[in-house]
């Protein structure tokens, strides 16, 4: 406990005072009632007084005073969290730290007092944020803007001329660097404050100024004399040594007004003329960055001691009141004590009634984690851009089981700009997600809490909670990765042992099917052997029947072969042609049982020869037949034996080849290289 006017306490210091009053008035009090009453009467006459009630009713007179006292030194116990806007001003300060900077015209040197001057101004500034910018030959930001004073001191505080090793003044990088530092934005609340001798030789500050007309607003302070001075450097030997140029004359730095007043007026500036220092910066101040009008920088979030003055002012009330219900007189003293037992009782209620509520962080150390959440979540809800609002409201929602809103609650949280507040985030964000994933054995989780883990660490390096967690995490990923490696061995092992199942039951499946094949095939191949078989003995059959009818037409022809010989020639000549026929036409039977016979596959058992018979009336071929009807008689022979083969002759091969002859000449092939490309070539240059 706390207390916000300590120097209340001091008043106990009267009541040792009050107390020698107190006993000195009752010694007092006994001596003059034994000096007016006799002893004897002393008991009638103030008997019915009661010394110990009226002691009783001083002390708690004292104590009620004493409560008072209390809380008016304003007792605090614990605290809540605060926010307030913020509004200011962004001001650059760039300072000089050329060679020249070293001249000693402004005692201790140019650059010291610049720097003293520089201390002087951020002392001045109120809610402003405050950068530092250094520049000779080059600039580069040395701090940036920020609302950390101390910060800005410290860089101030490094300043030298060995800082930037390109010589020169460059006033016009200096206001480029601040243009960037500054950003995008309004120009109302924008200043730089230059810092320099102005000696600028090989640049052009007044028209890097003029652009900027506007934007920023540019006030010169001039660091220097007009008469200038050597600028010293530490000598070879030991001594001290001056800049010389190039014929070897010494250089003396002058101060150029003239230039830095153009630079600071073409913005809508001024220039002051560094002196005293104070002087200067309070004229800045005043009359420059005063009249420039303010932007919220940001929210600030203050912790604000809870008063607890309530409870002892209750306390000194209800002690002043029950002391002024106690009586002296033994006689009512019951009915005396009821009613201040009464009032007293009633003071309490009141004082009950009146007491404060307790805080959120009062129910979060109490353990009250869910009321501690909505009372945070109320804050939250009421200052959406507070990022310590935010963060207070997950950590309760994280104790009270509530990961998700306790995401959300540090997902609002991280955009923060405290880079300690930020890494607190990223750890109580990295433990939710790992509450989540460990739960679920979720691998994507658990990485996404490894990483704000790893972010937690990068902001605060030598956390030894986020580091734990860390390899905790790490292990458990491993854990999970080795399970996964066994448990896809496991699938491909179930899956190899089914894919073997499954070749096995199609194998047997095409082995049953390739032997109801086989069997089909081989009952078909019986079917046909069967029908060639039965084919061969109708052949047979049919050839013993031919021969049995030639034999009886050379009977006959032998019994008539007197009559014949009387016909005339032409007769004989047609019986002739007609035996001729017969005879090819049984060599065609012949042959047409021969290729049945091989198409069988089967060597037919050789038929019992018979002996031949010499018919009587054997015909001869007539010596006089023309060769023609010969070859006419052959090819019809042979039309026949190739109808029945079911193939072409020679005069259907001839007779088809006449037909295509001249289909080239009507057919016109196109050659591919002698078609033409539509339209012109695009060439690809």
């Known amino acids: 406990m706390t207390f916000g006017q300590p120097l209340w306490f001091w008043a106990f210091a009267l009541f040792p005072i009050a107390l020698a009053l107190f006993f000195r008035n009752e010694a007092l009090r006994a001596k003059l009632l034994r000096q007016l009453v006799a002893a004897r009467l002393a008991d009638r006459l103030a008997g019915t007084v009661s010394v110990g009630k009226r002691r009783a009713r001083f002390a708690l007179l004292l104590l009620g005073m004493g409560a008072i006292i209390v809380s008016l030194a304003q007792p605090r116990a614990g605290d809540t969290w605060e926010q307030s806007k913020r509004k200011g001003r962004d001001v650059l300060i760039a300072i000089d730290v050329s060679k020249s900077m070293l001249a000693t015209d402004l005692t201790p040197s140019r650059l010291t007092r610049a720097k003293f001057a520089a201390q002087d101004l951020i002392s001045q500034l109120g809610g402003d944020r405050v950068g530092l910018i250094a520049f000779a030959g080059g600039a580069f930001s040395q701090a940036p803007l920020t609302a950390d004073y101390g910060a800005v001191l410290n860089s101030l505080n490094e ?219 109320q804050l939250a809800e009421k200052n959406p851009k507070s990022d310590v609002f935010a963060f207070n409201w997950g950590a309760a929602a994280y104790k009270n089981k509530d990961l998700d809103t306790a995401l959300k609650a540090f997902g609002q949280a991280l955009t923060t700009e405290d880079a300690g507040l930020r890494a607190k985030t990223e750890y109580n964000l990295g433990n939710t997600l790992f509450q989540k994933g460990a739960a679920k054995m979720d691998r994507k989780t658990l990485e996404d809490a490894l990483a704000h883990y790893v972010q937690a660490l990068h902001l605060a390096p030598h956390d030894p909670n986020a580091e734990h967690n860390k390899k905790v995490t790490e292990e458990l990923l491993e854990k999970l990765k080795q399970q996964q490696q066994q448990q896809q061995k496991q699938d491909q092992k179930k899956q190899d042992q089914k894919d ?60 008539k072969k007197d009559e014949q010989q009387s016909k005339p020639q032409d007769s004989k000549q047609s019986e002739s042609q007609q035996g001729e026929k017969k005879e090819q036409q049984q060599q065609q039977d012949g042959q047409k049982e021969a290729k049945n016979d091989g198409a069988q596959g089967e ?72 078609r033409k490309h539509a339209g012109r070539v695009l060439h690809d240059w």
């Open 159 to 377: 300043l030298d001329t060995d800082i930037i090793p390109l010589g020169g003044t460059n006033i016009a990088e200096a206001i480029r660097v601040a243009n960037d530092a500054f950003g995008k934005g309004e120009s109302e609340h924008r200043a730089l404050i230059v810092f320099t001798d102005g000696e600028e030789i090989d640049f052009d500050g007044i028209k890097a100024a003029e652009k900027l007309n506007g934007v920023v607003k540019i006030f010169g302070v001039g660091v220097g004399t007009a008469d200038g001075s050597l600028i010293p450097l530490p000598g070879k030997s030991g001594g001290t040594d001056f800049v010389r140029d190039d014929n070897d004359q010494f250089v003396k730095s002058r101060l150029d007004e003239t230039r830095l007043r153009k630079i600071a007026e073409s913005t809508g500036g001024f220039y002051v003329h560094l002196q005293s220092g104070p002087a200067e910066m309070t004229q800045i101040v005043r009359d420059g960055l005063g009249k420039m009008s303010e932007k919220e920088i940001d929210e600030k979030m203050s912790r604000k001691p809870i008063e607890r003055y309530q409870w002892p002012l209750a306390a000194g009330l209800v002690l002043l009141a029950f002391s002024m219900l106690i009586g002296e007189r033994r006689r009512g003293a019951g009915i005396a004590g009821s009613r201040a037992t009464a009032a007293l009782a009633m003071l309490l209620a009141f004082a009950t009634a009146g007491a404060a509520a307790e805080s959120p962080l009062d129910l979060y150390s109490q353990g009250k984690y869910d009321e501690a959440q909505r009372a945070w979540q």
């Open 500 to 559: 073997q199942q499954q070749q096995k039951q199609d194998q047997q499946k095409n082995d049953s099917k390739d032997q109801q094949d086989q069997k089909k095939e081989q009952q078909k191949n019986d079917q046909q052997d069967a029908q060639k078989q039965q084919s061969a003995q109708q052949k047979e059959q049919s050839k013993a029947d031919k021969d049995q009818q030639q034999q009886q037409q050379s009977q006959g022809a032998g019994e």
């Open 603 to 674: 060597k037919p058992e050789p038929a019992q020869e018979q002996p031949e018979k010499k018919l009587s009336g054997e015909l001869k071929a007539n010596p006089s037949q023309p060769q023609e009807q010969k070859d006419a008689q052959e090819e019809a022979a042979a039309e026949q034996l190739a109808a029945i083969e079911g193939k072409m002759t020679e005069r259907q091969a001839k007779a088809l080849l006449d037909s295509l002859k001249g289909e080239d000449d009507r057919v016109r092939l196109v050659d591919p290289n002698e």
